[in-house]
């Protein structure tokens, strides 16, 4: 059974910092697809960050979060972090990991509307609230 249990989620200041976790478990980790999605109150779910888990480490980044986000996956302990820097009011969101298998580089999933449509395997989401 596959299982994403994430963490690291909180309150904190415009301009603060947070690390959220996602530790995977019940599947080849090194094949998969991990991404990091979010949803504020009113909106859409959106794809802000993947990383291929397996040996090339491709990565993508929403513009939204390019320069201040970094994803990063530890294959050792089955874990992919996402590093949120110079946090804004408007990240505020509930932040999910999702998984799945793809034959296609990163981009290709993540970079569409439709990205959560694709992934197959969902945490519970950890809230993430910035104060201005």
């Known amino acids: 059974e596959v299982q994403l249990v994430e963490s690291g989620g909180g309150l904190v200041q415009a301009g603060g910092s947070l690390r959220l976790s996602c530790a995977a478990s019940?599947?080849?980790?090194?094949?998969?697809?991990i991404g990091w999605f979010r949803q504020a109150p009113g909106k859409e779910r959106e794809g802000i960050s993947c990383i291929s888990s397996s040996s090339d480490g491709d990565t993508y980044y929403a513009d939204s979060v390019k320069g201040r986000f970094t994803i990063s996956s530890d294959n050792a302990k089955n874990t992919v972090y996402l590093q949120m820097n110079s946090l804004k009011p408007e990240d505020t969101a509930v932040y999910y990991c999702?998984?799945?298998?793809?034959?296609?580089?990163?981009?290709?999933?993540?970079?569409?509307?439709?990205?959560?449509?694709?992934?197959?395997?969902w945490g519970q989401g950890t809230q993430v609230t910035v104060s201005s």
């Open positions: 019940g599947f080849a980790f090194d094949d998969y697809h």
């Open positions: 999702a998984a799945d298998f793809f034959r296609v580089p990163v981009r290709m999933v993540c970079s569409v509307a439709a990205a959560p449509d694709f992934f197959g395997s």
